[in-house]
């Protein structure tokens, strides 16, 4: 597919140039864009594919969750409904889409997790709750101007960041570059463990960050025990197994469990992929699966792969926490 992205150079410059006219058109306010009296904390990217929004909001939930109420709101992509939708116990990934529901499925005693597409009736319909959010976290929205997001958190990965990047449809960019002046923190997803110091200051220097900007790095950690609906084991006995992904970039994931010296095979999907009967019947010839927790979520309502399935949970970790807290704190201090 990538001599077809070549030949479509073409229309590079055309949607470079819709996509800054249109930036261009809120940053004079000829385009509504709503802005709210509590603090709205925007994660996104300026890239297609995954560049780790879902392990970020999950950070930002376990950062604030003790001290602050907290709302996430997503569209909900390729979900079956419509408009707004607050979680509940009868949602499903197919109602609310994977990444929200695995919100909801890791906290939803603690938090109120909604999708809706227009993000602007997202939040009016949130501040009606009985239980209103004192912040509200936009997952996937950096594009979404409609609201003014009082703080903008904005990812791109170690391995494609988008400085090196071009617009779609050769490239991967949403929009052009300079739209990461909109962001109050840039994090540098997915980096080796073994980043120097010299190596973030030739990111740093590449990202040239605005003066009020802050540059952070971020990376994965594996879980050493995996889940299912019931058991959790250790990842290091679980052998011999089928590696179900549909995601992005499997790439890390693998890496990983070769790295433990682990024996499998890999069925790898495409980003967000509906499973079919085709597969589901495939899979139910494996004997053990191990998937990510992102499609762990489309894949446990089927009851015939409940005693094999189990997922990897993952997190991140930014290279200076504390003044990252400090950071958002600082915001929302100012905000509340």
């Not at 605005?210 to 290091?236: D, G, M, N, R, W």
Request: glycine fraction near 4%; hydrophobic fraction near 40%.
């Amino acid at each position: 597919m990538k001599w077809i992205r070549i030949l479509l150079f073409p229309i590079v410059p055309v949607y470079y140039c819709v996509t800054r006219i249109r930036n261009l058109l809120f940053d004079l306010k000829i385009k509504q864009s709503t802005k709210f009296d509590l603090p709205v904390i925007c994660v996104g990217n300026l890239s297609v594919g995954g560049t780790g929004k879902t392990p970020m909001i999950e950070y930002l939930i376990r950062l604030l969750n003790d001290k602050y109420t907290l709302a996430t709101l997503s569209r909900g992509y390729k979900r079956s409904t419509k408009g707004f939708q607050l979680a509940s116990t009868s949602s499903s990934a197919r109602t609310l889409g994977d990444e929200p529901y695995q919100f909801y499925n890791k906290f939803k005693n603690s938090i109120s997790v909604a999708v809706d597409g227009d993000r602007v009736n997202g939040i009016k319909q949130l501040l009606k709750l009985q239980k209103k959010p004192q912040i509200i976290l936009l997952d996937d929205a950096f594009q979404h101007r409609r609201v003014t997001a009082g703080f903008n958190i904005l990812l791109t990965t170690f391995n494609n960041p988008y400085f090196k990047d071009i617009m779609l449809p050769t490239g991967d960019l949403r929009e052009p570059k300079n739209g990461s002046k909109r962001a109050d923190v840039i994090v540098v997803t997915k980096c080796p463990d073994t980043m120097s110091l010299e190596d973030k200051a030739a990111y740093r220097s590449a990202i040239a960050p605005l003066k009020h900007q802050h540059v952070f790095f971020s990376t994965i950690t594996y879980a050493e025990t995996i889940h299912s609906k019931s058991l959790h084991i250790a990842l290091k006995t679980f052998n011999n197994f089928t590696l179900v992904t549909g995601i992005a970039n499997a790439s890390p994931l693998v890496s990983f469990l070769k790295h433990k010296g682990l024996d499998f095979d890999h069925l790898n999907y495409k980003d967000h992929y509906e499973f079919n009967d085709t597969d589901i019947a495939l899979f139910k010839t494996k004997e053990k699966i191990l998937t990510t927790e992102k499609d762990f979520m489309r894949l446990r309502k089927y009851k015939n792969l409940e005693n094999k399935l189990f997922y990897l949970p993952i997190t991140i970790n930014i290279d200076a926490p504390d003044t990252f807290k400090m950071c958002l704190e600082n915001y929302i201090t100012k905000t509340l």
